[in-house]
């Protein structure tokens, strides 16, 4: 297992347009996070799945952004509508069912002009 | 609702000398679990170290330590014998308890650490 991957691993994009982004967990983790980290800032907590159940979605996952994690495997977050401010990376991380380690992947860096 | 503060945006160290990164953290939770995960350029984010809040041991990884002080709510980080490969973003976190509701982490600001020759 190579560890999570995602893409793309970077993404320009109109102001306006909709981008989704892929993320693919080690195998057999169940969990999965999602993060936006903007330019020397910490990551900030979008939203987790459980297997294919999203549990819990942070206040900064506006109406604009959904995400999905069909047969609890892969994830994307889609943004509709990108706005200037929506540029950032976005990260993925997963973990197993036990323990608290999360494994990063490279992230998606997206520019909205 | 958690916070945790990097209060240091920058540090120098030079090789093979040892550098302390801070960091304090506020919750009303006692029983959590605390994280630094470091960020290379251009690279992705991997666990340093890991402590757990019940534990009153500091968490020791080869050249990496913790100073954990509970009523302090301080958790800082020191790296002894710094090496060229060090240099990187570092990130303290701060996780609640895990549930099934999910084991989020809420960041620091992070603190920009360079290794110079």
């Not at chain 1, 909709?18 to 990551?43: A, K, M």
């Not at chain 1, 950032?88 to 991380?93: F, N």
């Not at chain 2, 041991?57 to 080869?62: D, F, K, S």
């Not at chain 2, 084991?103 to 603190?111: D, K, S, V």
Request: glycine content about 6%.
């Amino acid at each position: 297992d190579t560890g999570v991957s995602q893409d793309p691993r970077h993404k320009i994009t109109k102001r306006g347009q909709n981008v989704t982004f892929r993320c693919d967990p080690i195998s057999e983790h169940n969990r999965l996070y999602w993060y936006r980290q903007t330019l020397g800032q910490g990551p900030e907590f979008l939203t987790y799945f459980q297997n294919e159940a999203q549990l819990e979605k942070s206040r900064l996952l506006s109406d604009r952004f959904s995400a999905e994690r069909p047969k609890g495997s892969f994830s994307t977050l889609e943004i509709q509508r990108t706005e200037q401010g929506d540029s950032a990376m976005y990260l993925c991380a997963s973990s197993p069912t036990v323990g608290t380690e999360q494994y990063f992947g490279p992230g998606t860096r997206l520019t909205v002009t | 609702a958690q916070t945790v503060t990097q209060s240091q945006p920058e540090m120098s160290v030079q090789e093979a000398e040892t550098v302390t990164l801070s960091c304090t953290y506020d919750t009303s939770e006692n029983n959590y679990y605390l994280f630094w995960y470091k960020q290379p350029p251009s690279r992705q984010m991997i666990l340093v170290i890991r402590q757990e809040a019940y534990k009153q041991q500091n968490a020791t990884e080869n050249r990496f330590s913790v100073n954990f002080q509970k009523a302090a709510k301080s958790f800082s980080l020191k790296i002894s014998d710094s090496q060229l490969g060090d240099t990187a973003m570092y990130f303290c976190a701060f996780m609640k308890q895990p549930n099934n509701a999910g084991n989020m982490l809420t960041f620091g600001g992070g603190t920009r650490l360079m290794v110079k020759p």
